[in-house]
């Protein structure tokens, strides 16, 4: 299995400054036929499914705000939100999607402070 | 747009076997997507424990394999979910999930159920 290790597990933020959490895979999750990293982002909202946000590591899903964005290749990955809005507090949620089982992060809880 | 709902009992009593059925609509379920079941224990992060192919095709978590069986019903347009012998560590959110393939092995979820509590207790 690929382990997914998120750090840190919660962070306190003022609104509008910069959320970082980082994601690091025990192998790589880089398809090299297509040169693609299968590595997601979710949000999850209490009482709310996740939500996709970004996808291949660095591709914003449909919809989602520019304020989030995704870094990293191979094994080591980054979810950035530029400026933190209320509305951003939630549960994130890394995951690969390079081989079964589909494994994900612990999550990373994320404040305002 | 696609919806997932998930139904079936809340509670389940030890040893027993929990069974869910997730309902598809705005979508054929016979269509290039994987249909997942994934788990959120009270207060946890998210476990995967499995999915199918419309063609019957499953892959399931080696953690929970010998007591997982997923299932499609593509008359009903619906898939399900059963785990036998369970304890109060199966007490869950489940939710399903569309992963929709892309090729190349590019399956991401991108549509989710509300999930349902299962609680195991006698």
């Known amino acids: 299995d690929i382990v997914m290790t998120q750090s840190p597990d919660s962070l306190a933020v003022s609104l509008g400054e910069r959320a970082t959490i980082n994601c690091k895979s025990s192998q790589s999750v880089l398809y090299s036929s297509n040169n693609k990293n299968y590595l997601s982002w979710y949000q999850q909202k209490p009482g709310q499914p996740p939500k996709l946000l970004i996808y291949w590591a660095s591709t914003r899903e449909s919809g989602v705000p520019d304020r989030f964005s995704g870094s990293g290749t191979g094994t080591d990955f980054t979810l950035t939100i530029s400026s933190l809005q209320a509305e951003d507090v939630a549960a994130y949620y890394c995951?690969?999607?390079?081989?079964?089982?589909?494994?994900f992060g612990q999550g990373t809880k994320v404040e305002i402070k | 747009q696609v919806q997932l709902q998930e139904s079936g009992p809340g509670l389940v009593k030890p040893s027993g076997t929990l069974s869910l059925t997730c309902a598809v609509s705005?979508?054929?379920?016979?269509?290039?997507?994987?249909w997942s079941w994934v788990r959120q224990s009270p207060g946890k992060g998210l476990e995967w424990i499995g999915e199918i192919y419309h063609s019957g095709s499953t892959n399931y978590n080696p953690s929970l394999k010998s007591r997982v069986t997923i299932s499609v019903d593509k008359s009903k347009n619906q898939f399900s979910l059963k785990v036998s012998s369970v304890t109060a560590a199966d007490t869950a959110v489940y939710y399903c999930?569309?992963?929709?393939?892309w090729g190349y092995g590019d399956v991401r979820f991108d549509y989710w159920g509300q999930g349902t509590l299962v609680t195991v207790s006698s």
């Open positions: 995951q690969q999607y390079y081989s079964t089982p589909r494994t």
């Open positions: 999930a569309r992963g929709r393939d």
């Open positions: 705005g979508g054929p379920i016979s269509s290039s997507n994987w």
